[in-house]
DNA sequence: GAGTGGTCTAGACCACTGT
DNA sequence: CAGTGGTCTAGACCACTCC
């Protein structure tokens, strides 16, 4: 009785995974070490530690020196999601993208705008956007009037992190009256502040028109 | 005329996004090969593979044999979002955890729940279930009276992938009586199936109270 | 077919951290 | 202080894919 040969990092991984998902080393406990595992594979440490980082990296196992590898005790779905480019996000769906700047204006170091992103001439998503003057002071020169503020930053203005968040609120009447909707509906919204090192670069507000889902998915 | 040394896989993947930041190699671009960067860094190939692998786990780039690795075109924003168990989120949060059954029904092959989660006595978020019996037939000797649904499928039925989907909708009556708020009230949604191999082991929609949000973070 | 990234090995040293 | 994971090396072969 021989079972598939175990060879490439992914058999280990697999291999694991199978041993976590039929309770053989229940969630909290301790599984062997790197060299052990490694024997009974018959492979490099190295190979081992590939597997087993790949699988702490998705919060399967959490890994610490001397206390060792085990298995997560809280195992949180960890989703990728990945945010596209407004015109790509609509123009993958087989929709014409369309653009309209609603209103612009400098205030202090800061410059404003609202704008609003169509799919096939039906509104998709309200954009409230702060752009910093000091961070990216070529955008006073730019009237953002055929090119969107989103895909301008990109070509711009790199960052080197960011932090973002969905939730949900009622339609301003600002919202509403660019949308086409009534006040108060239901809107996904995103918020994203990106930084370049400890400078900010930019604020938005990405209001949704009402039935827009983010999919994403988790594996293991 | 020196620089800081650099040695391990992080300093290269600074290096690189040092270069793709300051448009030393702009976007569409193929850098030089791996062999070329570790003569150029003075490391093995190995320690430049690890580099530019994170950075094409990260959307920075894009690796394809024999085309070499090109700085992405489009530069997604790729975050990651843990999804907690909702006792772990309230508890985290320094709130005390509450839990409500308030429907129960089997149908067929399936075993349908509702129930509310609660911070600090006050509603947070309405869970609407499906749990299939054939998948896991012990819910069905389950009350769920006393554990969620949410921490009794980890303790029980693994998955090995799922999806999910976040959105905005408007509280149903049956969401508004039991959140305690008005009909149409904004709420954030997170549905989310998950399959064990081919059977689908539960479907959730959870309908958070208005204002809730989900943080997460984007790096490079 | 040839060039690039993907992976594996065997060994070594380092860094962190629990005891 | 000692054990574990984290990383690096030098070399090798493989797998994919563009030409």
Chains 1, 2 share one sequence.
């Not at 999601?81 to 209103?103: K, M, T, W």
Request: proline share 5%; aromatic share 6%; net charge neutral.
């Amino acid at each position: 009785m021989t079972r598939p040969q175990i060879n490439s990092w992914q058999d280990i991984r697999a291999e694991v995974q199978r041993r976590i998902h039929a309770r053989e080393w229940p969630p909290g406990q301790v599984i062997p070490g790197e060299v052990e595992l490694a024997e009974e594979f018959g492979c490099a440490r190295a190979t081992v530690n590939r597997a087993l980082r790949a699988l702490a990296e998705a919060g399967t196992l959490e890994r610490r020196r001397k206390a060792g590898t085990r298995v997560a005790l809280h195992p949180v779905s960890r989703a990728t999601v990945d945010i596209p480019v407004i015109r790509q996000e609509i123009e993958e769906a087989g929709q014409g993208y369309g653009y309209r700047l609603l209103d612009r204006f400098e205030a202090n170091s800061g410059l404003t705008l609202r704008a609003l992103h169509l799919a096939d001439g039906a509104p998709y998503v309200h954009e409230n956007r702060w752009i910093s003057l000091e961070t990216a002071p070529k955008a006073a020169t730019q009237s953002f009037e055929h090119v969107s503020a989103n895909e301008w930053l990109i070509a711009t203005a790199p960052y080197t992190h960011g932090d973002i968040a969905f939730t949900a609120a009622a339609a301003t009447q600002t919202e509403a009256d660019a949308l086409g909707i009534p006040v108060g509906a239901p809107l996904f919204i995103i918020e994203r502040t990106t930084w370049d090192h400890d400078a900010k670069v930019t604020a938005v507000r990405l209001s949704y028109a009402p039935g827009h889902k983010l999919h994403t998915q988790i594996g293991a």
